[in-house]
């Protein structure tokens, strides 16, 4: 299998946001699994000024954008068995920044037809051209519209990945011709018509032979007139090819046993490490160096879907609650000022860092205990996985990718990664934290069991990579063998009831003779209740519970999101995954 990655970023060389992240590790993960891998992205001056000295000089052409005939040079690269492919035009890309510019348009529709017109150049005719986002949402449509006179390009296959819906690469319609070098007739029926502007994602949509999300939950979103920035009708139209691959994280650049960018290394076996990360942390910020209070953490940009307005609403309250609270990112200036503020009222407990500093993040997410992310929507997020790895158990709403990769606390049968709510409500993320804050310090051992299921999960590019191979297997019809089915991670897996040690003993007990907040007692009941019973007789009662909610849920149709949010939230998602 032949596979062209299109992207407009990619670490190690640029990167502006996610998308750089997924484009670093993706290819080499297809790679290892046995395909044939390139990737393809422009030439900017970061990359020239980084690695110019690396690159090689393929060949020169010129691309022909509508009236414009530019010159393109082609330069590669190979890596973790990769060929990397860089577009050169230094009057595009020979600039400061990636993007931002007024003539992105252009600048993007030029990489776009060159992505296709030099497709001779490259060391392989492709089966795939695997496209990000809006900035290569033309390759699907100038495929398509090339494919009319020239045959060869009828052979090659599209898939389009949407990290973020949000940006959709719409211009005026009077461009279409000018800069893209389109016919009307795109505009004329619709494909590339959104509320009478050219709207390049919409056509790529349309024209992709397959679309996918990145989470299984934002594809679902998508769909959703709340999430879909007037995106939904049009995927609910295509959601016979629309699919959500969860992105993975690199396991061997996160990981707190051999990071160096870490002071202290540690494993899930010995955490001896991540107490000294942690008074290290509470000295950088100038927090009370208190190792037994838990530190829990933000590190995000500042803007509006990152659920900011939660935190704003409740701070005091959460504030009253025995932990230190740790921020660091940038942002809008109303989230700026806000934490700018706060931080001033509670110096010693809470210190903010309104900035991106590297070193700073892997110092929070190595010293924190906990992490909140409450986002409004999120389509994968990688700040919630890396957090799990150093064993800072995650916050977060159930959104997006947040939903797919953190698996609800259920102290009753010691199960789960993290803690999640699902309403967008300051109250229920406030009862939450709660609940997290008095685990952490009054049931350290269930903290720390929960703290190693959350190190242990398997965030590896390998499992994503499988899933996109067996993407491209149905678009192109060729035989691919598909280890997916084997290798689905169990979303819902409960581990098992008798490797817990004791949960039941452990959580009840102190229960009994200590005064504690609301929020332990439904677990603990719950927990003293399954007490008694034997193992086998454990398992045959949860199934029954299980399949008795879902069937109440089921024979409710009208129960509101709110009632069913009261129940334990693995039993309403299985309910609604039968229904
Ligand atoms: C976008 C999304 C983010 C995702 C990333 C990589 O930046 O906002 O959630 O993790 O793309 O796909």
């Known amino acids: 299998?032949?596979?062209?990655?299109?992207?407009?970023?990619?670490?190690?060389?640029?990167?502006?946001?996610?998308?750089?992240?997924?484009a670093g590790s993706l290819p080499a993960?297809?790679?290892q699994e046995g395909a044939e891998v390139a990737v393809i992205l422009p030439l900017y001056q970061r990359v020239r000024e980084k690695f110019g000295d690396q690159l090689h000089f393929e060949c020169y052409d010129f691309v022909n954008l509508a009236w414009r005939n530019c010159y393109c040079g082609l330069f590669s690269l190979e890596k973790d068995g990769v060929t990397w492919y860089f577009i050169d035009n230094e009057q595009y890309f020979n600039r400061p920044d990636l993007y931002g510019y007024m003539d992105d348009g252009e600048r993007f529709g030029f990489f776009s037809r060159a992505v296709v017109r030099m497709l001779h150049h490259l060391k392989f005719w492709p089966d795939v051209i695997h496209c990000n986002d809006w900035?290569?949402?033309?390759?699907?449509?100038?495929?398509?519209?090339?494919?009319?006179?020239?045959?060869?390009?009828?052979?090659?296959?599209?898939t389009l990945t949407i990290h973020n819906i949000e940006y959709q690469g719409r211009y005026g319609k009077e461009v279409l011709g000018d800069l893209f070098g389109l016919d009307g007739g795109w505009?004329?029926?619709g494909t590339i018509q959104m509320d009478g502007d050219v709207n390049l994602l919409k056509g790529a949509i349309l024209c992709a032979d397959a679309i996918n999300a990145v989470s299984p939950t934002y594809a679902n979103e998508l769909k959703n007139p709340f999430f879909a920035h007037r995106m939904d009708s049009i995927l609910n139209q295509c959601s016979y090819k629309l699919s959500?691959?969860?992105?993975?994280?690199?396991?061997?650049?996160?990981?707190?046993?051999?990071?160096?960018?870490?002071?202290?290394?540690?494993?899930?076996?010995?955490?001896?490490?991540?107490?000294?990360?942690?008074?290290?942390?509470?000295?950088?910020?100038?927090?009370?160096?208190?190792?037994?209070?838990?530190?829990?953490?933000?590190?995000?940009?500042?803007?509006?879907?990152?659920?900011?307005?939660?935190?704003?609403?409740?701070?005091?309250?959460?504030?009253?609650?025995p932990l230190q609270l740790v921020v660091l990112?940038?942002?809008?200036?109303?989230?700026?000022?806000?934490?700018?503020?706060?931080?001033?009222?509670?110096?010693?407990?809470?210190?903010?860092?309104?900035?991106?500093?590297?070193?700073?993040?892997?110092?929070?997410?190595?010293?924190?205990?906990?992490?909140?992310?409450?986002?409004?929507s999120e389509p994968c997020g990688l700040s919630q996985m890396i957090a799990m790895r150093y064993g800072t158990v995650p916050i977060v709403r159930e959104t997006g990718g947040l939903r797919d990769s953190v698996r609800p606390y259920e102290a009753w049968r010691d199960a789960g990664t993290g803690f999640t709510f699902a309403n967008y409500s300051s109250s229920d993320m406030l009862h939450v934290i709660n609940e997290a804050v008095y685990l952490y310090k009054d049931y350290p051992d269930a903290f720390g069991r929960l703290r190693g299921r959350a190190m242990a999960e398997d965030f590896s590019w390998g499992r994503s990579a499988k899933e996109y191979l067996r993407i491209y297997?149905?678009?192109?019809?060729?035989?691919?063998?598909?280890?997916?089915?084997?290798?689905?991670?169990?979303?819902?897996?409960?581990?098992?009831?008798?490797?817990?040690?004791?949960?039941?003993?452990?959580?009840?007990?102190?229960?009994?003779?200590?005064?504690?907040?609301?929020?332990?007692?439904?677990?603990?009941?719950?927990?003293?209740?399954?007490?008694?019973?034997?193992?086998?007789?454990?398992?045959?009662?949860?199934?029954?519970?299980?399949?008795?909610?879902?069937?109440?849920?089921?024979?409710?149709?009208?129960?509101?999101?709110?009632?069913?949010?009261?129940?334990?939230?693995?039993?309403?998602?299985?309910?609604?995954?039968?229904?």
């Open 1 to 22: 299998m032949k596979i062209l990655y299109a992207t407009s970023e990619a670490v190690p060389f640029c990167k502006t946001g996610g998308l750089a992240d997924v």
């Open 29 to 31: 993960a297809l790679s």
């Open 135 to 158: 900035q290569t949402a033309l390759v699907p449509i100038y495929l398509k519209d090339d494919g009319v006179r020239e045959e060869q390009y009828r052979s090659i296959k599209t």
């Open 187 to 189: 505009m004329a029926d």
């Open 244 to 321: 959500g691959v969860l992105n993975g994280i690199d396991m061997q650049l996160y990981n707190p046993a051999t990071d160096s960018r870490i002071s202290e290394c540690y494993s899930a076996e010995d955490m001896s490490g991540k107490a000294v990360n942690k008074a290290t942390l509470q000295k950088m910020m100038g927090l009370n160096e208190e190792p037994h209070v838990p530190i829990v953490a933000m590190v995000s940009r500042l803007v509006s879907h990152k659920g900011l307005d939660l935190v704003r609403e409740v701070l005091h309250d959460i504030m009253e609650l």
């Open 329 to 376: 990112g940038k942002g809008d200036a109303q989230y700026e000022e806000f934490f700018r503020w706060a931080a001033q009222q509670y110096s010693g407990r809470m210190s903010v860092c309104l900035d991106y500093n590297e070193s700073l993040s892997m110092a929070i997410y190595s010293g924190a205990d906990l992490f909140l992310m409450p986002s409004k």
């Open 473 to 579: 297997a149905n678009i192109t019809g060729q035989m691919w063998e598909n280890p997916v089915m084997e290798e689905v991670p169990a979303v819902e897996e409960a581990p098992a009831v008798e490797e817990a040690v004791t949960p039941a003993e452990e959580i009840a007990a102190p229960v009994e003779k200590k005064e504690t907040p609301k929020a332990k007692k439904a677990p603990a009941k719950k927990a003293s209740a399954k007490k008694t019973e034997k193992t086998t007789e454990k398992k045959a009662t949860k199934k029954a519970t299980k399949a008795e909610s879902a069937a109440e849920i089921a024979a409710d149709p009208a129960e509101k999101p709110a009632e069913i949010k009261t129940r334990k939230k693995g039993t309403a998602r299985t309910a609604a995954k039968e229904k």
